[in-house]
């Protein structure tokens, strides 16, 4: 499995930017795509979930409202709309995959945040936020 993430740059105060996780070696389409950040000094935190075969998706609390996640399956692709962008967005951006497992169909809102639980990283994007 692979994962690329692309569509980082520098936005100002307000601005938008849409991210794009490109999806390989996937033998199935039951498989969640996850993005997470990472600011210097901080903790990596999750931002958006979304379920490839079915379409589910979640958002952490700061981006909701501002930020969709979307899926183009055919295209092996997920994308991060983020509008409204804010200083605090300012994060390397990481797509991460999760292959599915029994415990998601009842669970998986309550531990989709938690890193560790995914099991593919792509490499990050930068996201520049000016004031």
């Known amino acids: 499995v692979q994962l690329q993430a692309s569509g980082g740059g520098l936005v100002q105060a307000g601005g938008s930017l849409r991210l794009s996780c490109a999806a390989s070696?996937?033998?199935?389409?039951?498989?969640?795509i996850g993005w997470f950040r990472q600011a210097p000094g901080k903790e990596r935190e999750a931002v958006a979930y979304?379920?490839?075969?079915?379409?589910?998706?979640y958002y952490a609390d700061p981006v909701k409202g501002r930020f969709t996640i979307s899926s183009d399956n055919a295209r092996n692709a997920v994308y991060l709309q983020m509008n409204g962008l804010r200083s605090e967005d300012a994060a390397v951006y990481y797509c991460?995959?999760?292959?599915?497992?029994?415990?998601?169909?009842?669970?998986?809102?309550?531990?989709?945040?938690?890193?560790?639980?995914?099991?593919?990283w792509g490499q990050g994007t930068l996201v520049t936020v000016s004031s």
């Open positions: 979304i379920k490839i075969n079915g379409g589910s998706t």
């Open positions: 070696g996937f033998t199935s389409d039951d498989y969640a």
């Open positions: 991460a995959a999760r292959l599915s497992r029994a415990l998601d169909r009842v669970r998986v809102s309550t531990f989709w945040t938690r890193a560790i639980m995914w099991d593919y």
